[in-house]
Every structure is written in C-alpha cells, then in structure tokens.
C-alpha cells in the first residue's frame, strides 16, 4: 500500500527548515579538528569500531537493527520515516542522488517532499549512519564501521563506473589527520574522498 508522507513526524524531532549539510553545505556535521576523532557510542551497539560490516554479517536487515540501537543510546529514535529512507540508501547498489531516491521510494508507493528528504538525509549524515559524496552531489548509508556512530568516512570513488567503497582503516585516518593537524588544518568537510578506477573497471580497460 503506497503512502503520502510529509515529514511531521521527523519536523517535531529536526525543527523546521532544509539542512545545510545535505542541502549542499557542509555535510556530516559540525567541523572536527584534524587529528581528532569524531566518536560516537560504539559500545552501545556492542560492535567493534574498526570492523565493516558485510553483507555475509546480516545486510540490511543487520544494519538496521544497529543503527536503531545507535538511535536509542544517542537519545534520538530512528522514526519509520528515516528508516525508510537508510533502508532505500542500504538497498542501493551504488551512491544515490536525493531526487533519484525520491524517485524509488515514489516507486514503492511512498510520497516524500524533498524538504523532508533532505532533512533526513542531514540526520543520517550527522548521527554516522550515511556519507555524502560530494564528487557525486549523491548519497550513501554507512557500511565500513558497521554503523557505529558519527565518524570521519575515507570513501574511494570510481570515475567510471560511481562505485564507492569507504575505507575504515584507524592508522589511515590517524596518519593523514594527525598530519594534517601538525600543518594547521582543521577538516570541515565530513568526508574524505579518493577518486580511484575500481577492479572491475580496470579489468575492463585490460581486455
């Protein structure tokens, strides 16, 4: 059965207004010295910070179920709304753009205005729980700390093909924000991005 949904739930937990962060501004939240760690409650979800979550491990299904415990220890719930929308973000092959998720979920019998997409977004951006690629203007739901809270993502785009895959590696972001902190920098971007020709792609160009 398809449904019309305005957002009201998620207004009276966000406030009014599009978001700056998934509205093009700043994505990910509030701007992290480099070198430090935007941690989140990972020992709520009984998870290990450093270990992407799979497939194999559950899928969507398994995500889910921690980002609704990430919700519960953070104070803030995982409404039907949002978790349609992460569940859209986990279920696609690849980064979405905003209107292309409006799109699917218009194809499933959901009606969503794009002001209550883009405040959602902005939630699942600041709570860890997806990443923005900015190289892309798309979105994707987080897999490679199995959703354990906010977090620097370090995310290798393909050019070719848009595939993007996030790298969870604590020494790589230790080495490259510590670095960046020794020369004066502050990151204010919530993602980090490599542009990079995926396996596949390259095999391609081989043959």
């Known amino acids: 059965?398809?449904?019309d949904i305005d957002g009201r739930?998620?207004?009276?937990?966000?406030?009014?207004?599009?978001?700056a962060a998934a509205g093009g501004g700043k994505a990910g939240?509030?701007?992290v010295a480099a070198g430090g760690k935007a941690g989140g409650p990972a020992a709520a979800l009984g998870g290990q910070a450093g270990r992407p979550a799979t497939a194999g491990e559950g899928g969507t299904g398994r995500l889910?179920?921690?980002?609704?415990?990430?919700?519960?220890?953070?104070?803030?719930?995982?409404t039907s709304t949002r978790r349609l929308i992460l569940e859209e973000l986990l279920n696609s092959p690849g980064p979405v753009k905003a209107y292309d998720l409006m799109d699917s979920?218009?194809?499933r019998?959901?009606?969503l205005n794009p002001t209550t997409v883009?405040?959602?977004l902005d939630f699942l951006l600041r709570h860890g729980l997806a990443h923005r690629v900015e190289s892309l203007n798309s979105f994707v739901a987080c897999r490679g700390c199995g959703i354990t809270g906010p977090h620097l993502p370090f995310i290798v785009v393909c050019p070719d093909c848009r595939a993007a895959t996030e790298i969870n590696d604590e020494r790589l972001r230790e080495t490259v924000f510590g670095r960046l902190g020794i020369l004066g920098f502050k990151i204010r971007n919530g993602t980090v991005e490599v542009r990079g020709v995926c396996r596949k792609c390259a095999e391609k160009d081989v043959s």
Do not use: F, N, W
């Open 29 to 31: 939240g509030p701007a």
């Open 9 to 19: 739930e998620d207004l009276a937990k966000d406030g009014a207004g599009m978001p």
């Open 118 to 120: 883009y405040r959602i």
């Open 64 to 78: 889910l179920e921690q980002a609704e415990r990430l919700c519960v220890a953070l104070g803030t719930p995982l």
């Open 105 to 107: 979920l218009r194809a």
């Open 109 to 111: 019998g959901h009606r």
């Open 1 to 3: 059965m398809g449904s």
